[in-house]
């Protein structure tokens, strides 16, 4: 039954619901590709199979007692390592918890129960998120299933990889600055960053709390919709999350997939034409505009000009609260404790302890945020970096009063070797060149196959206002029925 | 022209309660050199009288009836401690005056 793992959620989930598969056999057949190809790509930290047998076992016993279930009962998905998990290792990808099994779980794993999902295991990513390859991890790297030797992207490359590599048919991740997307646009998957407050950061491990946002990852535009509606919606636990329901995004995905955009307004903003992007990545994305004019969109080109001015602020505002946030890792409440042999003041082991627990590029963003934060530095840094904010905010309002949406490549360069960017920290960073914006402005954004380059995946971007999810997910469906799902080479 | 000399590397270390080597100050200091002069660029932007945004979500204040919850048992929220100790997390020394001389 191998084949289980080459279906979408959907499918799954209606073979499951008419009695045709069990969702203990869908478990069975994903943890054995897991076990079969997982020390080539390395997707996972650490794979649940007890829980996971048992999850699916309880969700087959409801059926068969006739239960009415949700959409995605039975269907296994695989869940960021930033999510707490009760009981189960949560490492962040990162020494300082290692071995930490949190005693509650996180209200996105709470919700993927309540749905009859049944979580496989953690997935790798860049050390606390921070990074664009996954090569931060303190577990070693995700490999890409398109080309091993290939960064998966990231923070989230594990949860992209393990869809690519059919180790699962759904994943969870979380975008800060583009970790859900860019890993979905360099392994040819659909990764969607709901509007930030949509869904729950209860239990989700901070970095930069004012731009963390959980959201859905998978290999059609359906899937993620199906997933994004189960664990968005408000969440008394997290005072950001916004007290409204969740836009239709299965409604608009599947009236996306009827191929008519006819009415609706793209824009594709004239300033990131500039920004270096690989030729090859620039004759997908052209490709998939016209493909969008052919399904009834009109194009219109804005003008967005403090976009270019988003990188940078970016990385003076996600350090500045990493810094404050990754405080609370000081060796006395849970995690990593080293040096303390009776002789050591507390501040000299917590000193000693964070050197020994994080990793370089955490260390980098803590120093960077803790000098954008200090006195004397704070207004020319953190200060106007949160006015350029307001200022990238007034574009994107500007540009949403002409057009529905807005579109870009999701990221300027298709997957790079492992080890291109490493030894230059800034180069990696210009991997959220075009996905950062979306951040700091708080709306939704999803990155959908367009094509490929060189024989690697291309993804295209489409950002939506702030709480109008659904229209992403409307023109994405769209443009994959033009451009088809893409099928990475056999293992 | 430099953006961060090694030395307020150090300090900017020390602040961040990172005991970092000699080695790793040598390479931070050019990364994070590379790295402020690149986001120094938010400087070009004519931004005095804009106000600035903390988040993205309007929220203030938000409150919730005060009704007793279940929450973590005292073993629980212990669960993870590096050392605890009569239901308290335990800590190293925090008083200079206890070094053992």
Redesign the interface.
Known sequence: MTELTKLSAAEIAGLVAAGETSAVEVTRAHLDRIAAVDDRVHAFLHVDSDGALAAARDVDARRAAGEELGPLAGVPVAVKDVLTTKGVPTTVGSKILEG?????DSTIVQRLRAAGTVMLGKTNMDEFAMGSSTEYSAYGPTRNPWDTDRIPGGSGGGSAAALAAYEAPLAIGSDTGGSIRQPGAVTGTVGAKPT??GTSRYGLVAFSS?LDTPGPCARTVLDAALLHEAIGGHD?RD??S?PAPVPDVVAAAKRGATGDLTGVRLGVVSEFADEGVEPGVLAAFNESVDALTKLGAEIVEVSCP?FR?AL??Y??IAPSEC?SNL?RF????????VG?D???????????T??AG?G?EV??R???G???L?SGYYD??Y?????????I?RDFTAAFERVDALISPTTPFVAFPLGARTS???QM?LADLFTSPTN???GPGISVPCGLSGGLPVGLQVMAP?MADDRMYRVAAALETAVGTLTPPEL | MVAISREEVAHLARLSRLAVSEEELDTFAGQLDVILQAVAQVGEVAAADIPPTSHSVPLTNVLREDVVTPGLTPEEALSGAPDAEEQRFRVPRILDEDVAS
């Open positions: 930490w099994r949190p005693p509650y930030y407050g004012s008394p005072s950001t916004i403090h001015y940078p602020a990385y003076l810094s405080a000081d060796g006395v409440r849970f995690g990593l404790r303390d009776g002789n050591r003041s507390l501040e000299e082991v917590m000193s000693v964070r050197e994080f370089p260390k980098r803590i120093m960077i803790t000098y954008a200090s020319a840094y200060g106007q970096a949160q006015k350029v904010r307001t200022l905010t230059d920290p800034y960073y700091l402005y708080g702030t």
